[in-house]
């Protein structure tokens, strides 16, 4: 199906999103005026995406729910990488599964995610696989200290992660982490952390959203700021050529993450992840470029043309999380987005999310902390 | 409970909406990012809303229904505006009713509406009632010629009404519309068709969006740009003096729409109609505002603090009637969004609108240009 483009018009698709989270909602909701329709399949009952399209719950690995799921369906996209790639293997047997599901293989193992960059001649951190005591002791003495011993599958916000500062923090992190598959990083000094988004249609069209920075606390992302203060237009190019060259590889279809830290030598970016998503550091998208993550990721699976991906101004995304903040107050604020995802409230959850917009980068650094004074 | 703010955060809001269509549709779309939830009372199954919320399909005459529309709501509004006022009145006994049902009594009936804004000392055209034939004669003498016989009820899109440009003209129109409550309206000799959208709080607060200027044809809006091109800021300032002595006058809570004829000669703005609520030629706001309308009545009836009016750069709004244009075409068009309603297509029948925007009015006009050629 790849390339071509559908002889259905946008107004009767129905598409089908793995997972019904705070990232499916707003996907649906890019998809409701272009007419597009969807249906979730999510574990949790009542998740934030169900009010905009029919949930099926179950598990991810119930062949009979996957055909039920996908009969009927136009295509089928997700929302989390984490998706079994046996999953994805089934339902692109029956329908279009977009992004690819190579995508999938490579970002949810580390190690296979780090070769993937590797034979792209895209730097990463250095690494080397680890799956015995013996493997962590060749790779500390070829990668040095400090270094992060990471699992090579499900890790996210910080989980499943030890940095090891000296010799003696290895026993520990090995007690934590040892017996699944893992992998030493080197540790890369950074200036600061960085996310491009990038979109690939059907056709091959690729297009690329400004740099953005990202700050994270306990591993969770806090704030993100577009485009990226001070960002140098070669900086912006080296972020564009990693992510084509990464988007064309895969054949890739859809909205595609690339997370990166800029350092102080040469190559100035290095590659930390990829996530085969639309991406929480890129919700500032709605209000704050010329079109969403969310409606370009939907424009680029129903094989209907990109949409710009110019900024509007300057844009800042602020994360809610773990509790609200007084919502009057924060709607008060001059140009405050509030994104609520009805979720209930828990220690390091997300929430929902503040979008703030300004003409210039002084006035948004003000709205900014105005906004996190309150939450 | 005007004037008073919700004890519940918007997160658990239940919204009310009579009328289940496009403006249902968007107003629902911007209650889902607040958290808020709406339930629909139409007589049409299906209607372009119903995938947003509940729908409940009957008559708004039917008391049984509307009690059972009011259960658990929070509040109640509409999305048209000849919604029968002893519903109104009945709903009013259960929950809140925004806008207040005082202004669908002076919106519905084209003599009140007059008369409303003749006490505001705020100008219309020259009008006299007209029961009888006799009436008829004696207003003719006293308005002139050219005039326009128009019902006093239920009149939309340029039905009900004839133009009388010379007195052969009267028999007919008197045939077509004679023996319901009538109004003889002068004609008003004017440059251009504007319309202001002003927003209420139930805290009183008030903000208007810049004016736009509307082209209709064959009775149907076509186009709408804002700001309207070559506004003078008296003429703003003037239009925003009316609407704010209409909002305050009514009590008003939630969008206020009034159209408006642009003259040559004093006063500069005639006011032609009010509509008590979102509107048409306002959905440029969705992408051309730093609050949409459909945001802002939203905020103002769920007692939320409103968002900023102001313009993000230039915006316009091009209908598409009566059949689709080619869907892939438009996405195609720089700076171009599309709003389907997911309605069967006929003739005069609203489908979708696209907005456009851009940094400069002559890049617009461009634009608006470009996809009225497709359109």
């Known amino acids: 199906m790849s390339g071509t483009i559908p002889a259905k018009k946008g107004t009767s698709m129905i598409i089908g999103i793995l997972g019904a989270g705070q990232l499916g909602r707003m996907l649906a909701l890019a998809g409701v005026p272009l007419g597009l329709h969807v249906r979730f399949l999510d574990p949790t009952p009542n998740s934030p995406a169900a009010r905009l399209g029919e949930q099926i719950v179950g598990s991810y690995d119930d062949p009979e729910l996957l055909a039920r799921f996908a009969a009927g369906l136009d295509l089928v996209t997700y929302e989390f990488e984490n998706v079994p790639t046996a999953t994805a293997a089934l339902l692109a047997e029956h329908v279009p599964v977009f992004p690819p599901p190579i995508a999938l293989a490579n970002a949810q193992d580390r190690l296979a995610e780090k070769r993937f960059f590797q034979q792209l001649a895209i730097p990463t951190a250095p690494f080397a696989a680890v799956d015995t005591q013996a493997d962590l002791d060749v790779a500390l003495d ?44 080197g540790f890369v000094p950074f200036v600061r952390e960085l ?114 991906t110019a900024m509007r101004g300057y844009a ?52 900014i902390a105005a906004i996190e004074a309150l939450v």
């Open 316 to 367: 800042a995304m602020i994360n809610l999380i773990g509790d609200l903040p007084a919502i009057q107050a924060v709607l008060a604020m001059p140009a405050a987005h509030l994104h609520l995802y009805e979720k209930a409230p828990r220690t390091g959850r997300k929430l929902g999310h503040v979008t703030v917009c300004a003409d210039d980068m002084p006035t948004l650094l003000e709205r």
């Open 195 to 308: 996310s491009i988004l990038a979109v690939r249609g059907r056709d091959g069209a690729t297009a690329c959203y400004p740099l953005i920075e990202n700050t994270h606390r306990d591993g969770i992302l806090r704030r993100s700021v577009a485009p990226a203060p001070e960002l140098d237009p070669q900086l912006q190019a080296l972020a564009e050529s990693y992510a084509t060259r990464a988007l064309d590889a895969l054949g890739y279809v859809g909205v595609l993450t690339i997370e990166l830290f800029q350092t102080e030598q040469q190559p100035a970016l290095i590659v930390n992840e990829m996530a085969p998503r639309v991406h929480n550091s890129g919700h500032w998208t709605i209000e704050g470029a010329e079109t969403s993550q969310f409606e370009n990721h939907i424009r680029a699976v129903a094989g209907l043309p990109l949409g710009s």
């Open 142 to 185: 070829i990668i040095g200290l400090p270094a992060v011993l990471k699992t090579r599958r499900l890790g996210y916000d910080g989980k499943g992660q030890v940095v090891l500062r000296q010799r003696e923090d290895v026993e520990q992190a090995w007690a934590m982490l040892g017996g699944q598959p893992l992998i030493l990083e």
